[in-house]
């Protein structure tokens, strides 16, 4: 497999629904017990929920790529060079309302959102790119 794990972070504040959120990263995720809940507060003492998944099992892996819309993952391949950092994590944003309605999507500026980071599998002498665009599909 050309991934070796997939994290997936977004905060909330008290006046958010937090149910919904957890029931949507549990859905994006595959498994509530992937999902962590930090509760903590501001610096002014409001409340915040900080979320994250880590997903490492295969079959949770892709589950969660073939939720992936193929535009929404043409639209990442079109800078993935950009996307990918020295240590070759993928870097994307869903947007969070859509993801409460059942679907995922790209995120746009002005939205709130939930990171997602792929650490893609690649060993000296192969080329990180390649490996996440033949696992993908789009080549």
């Not at 995720?29 to 099992?57: P, R």
């Not at 535009?71 to 070759?88: F, V």
Request: proline letters at 1%; one cysteine or more.
């Amino acid at each position: 497999m050309a991934i070796h794990h997939i994290n997936c972070r977004t905060a909330s504040s008290g006046i958010d629904n937090l149910a919904a959120i957890v029931d949507a990263m549990t859905w994006l995720c595959g498994d509530e017990e992937l999902l962590s809940v930090d509760k903590t507060t501001s610096y002014h003492g409001s409340e915040i929920n900080l979320l994250t998944t880590h997903i490492s099992k295969n079959r949770d892996i892709k589950s969660f790529v073939d939720k992936l819309k193929q535009a929404d993952l043409l639209k990442i391949s079109e800078n993935l060079a950009d996307r990918i950092d020295d240590s070759n994590n993928l870097h994307f944003r869903i947007c969070l309302d859509s993801l409460i309605s059942g679907e995922i999507n790209l995120a746009e500026a002005d939205e709130k959102t939930v990171k997602c980071l792929i650490k893609i599998e690649a060993y000296p002498g192969q080329n990180a790119i390649e490996q996440i665009t033949n696992f993908l599909g789009l080549n």
